[in-house]
T-cell receptor
Framework: AQKITQTQPGMFVQEKEAVTLDCTYD???????LFWYKQPSSGEMIFLIY??????QNATEGRYSLNFQKARKSANLVISASQLGDSAMYFC?????????????????FGQGTILTVHP | ETGVTQSPTHLIKTRGQQVTLRCSSQ?????VSWYQQALGQGPQFIFQ???????GRGNFPPRFSGLQFPNYSSELNVNALELDDSALYLC?????????????FGPGTRLTVL
């Protein structure tokens, strides 16, 4: 079974509008972390935002916010006021377990990604 | 503070050859992970090194091996290259102390196997 599912292969948004990128996840571990990364055509993965499974509030980082619905196992990324530079591939990822130095500590499981295109 | 660097940026090899990819972690980071990203796919976890020892591995065969050095730089070695090994190889380091264990990725090495 897929651990991370991104159902939108591609999304289009008008500049200055908001856009939501969907992500659902599957885990039986009570302790996990959810990440969103941006990957421009250059290839480098850029960290955007993190949500811990025990966090009570939704994470926000500037124009990025994470709509965390634990019961539904969804972690959607919301980008407000889209900019042309936001055009890129976006990946949702999950880390299960939190033990420092543990075998899963550095392992991220990624979804298939969503290509976002921002139109002027 | 320098970020994660990888070398080389591009590499072309032929089937059956061996390749070594290198990664310099961000200063102070003691955990490094390697990922393989095939074209159009999300990255797949290869393995993780923590304080110079492998302590986590994904579903990759033993011909994928690695090293982490005392300065926390790292190498990924792939023996007996196959055509399907063509991919972007990403190295990521993390401090092992932050709550999120945010991983900082390098720019990647694009390997082409002919």
């Amino acid at each position: 079974a897929q651990k991370i599912t991104q159902t939108q292969p591609g999304m289009f948004v008008q500049e200055k509008e908001a856009v939501t990128l969907d992500c659902t996840y599957d885990t039986s571990d009570p302790s996990y972390g959810l990440f969103w990364y941006k990957q421009p055509s250059s290839g480098e993965m850029i960290f955007l935002i993190y949500q811990g499974s025990y966090d009570q509030q939704n994470a926000t980082e500037g124009r990025y916010s994470l709509n965390f619905q634990k019961a539904r196992k969804s972690a959607n990324l919301v980008i407000s006021a889209s900019q042309l530079g936001d055009s890129a591939m976006y990946f949702c990822a999950m880390r299960e377990g939190t033990m420092l130095g543990g075998t899963s500590y550095g392992k991220l499981t990624f979804g298939q990604g969503t290509i976002l295109t921002v139109h002027p | 503070e320098t970020g994660v660097t990888q070398s080389p940026t591009h590499l072309i090899k032929t089937r059956g050859q061996q390749v070594t990819l290198r990664c310099s972690s961000q200063s102070g980071h003691n955990t490094v992970s390697w990922y393989q990203q095939a074209l159009g796919q999300g990255p797949q976890f290869i393995f993780q090194y923590y304080r110079e020892e492998e302590n986590g591995r994904g579903n990759f065969p033993p011909r994928f091996s690695g090293l982490q050095f005392p300065n926390y730089s790292s190498e990924l070695n792939v023996n007996a290259l196959e055509l399907d090994d063509s991919a972007l190889y990403l190295c990521a380091s993390s401090p092992g102390t932050s709550r999120s264990n945010e991983q900082f990725f390098g720019p990647g090495t694009r390997l082409t196997v002919l």
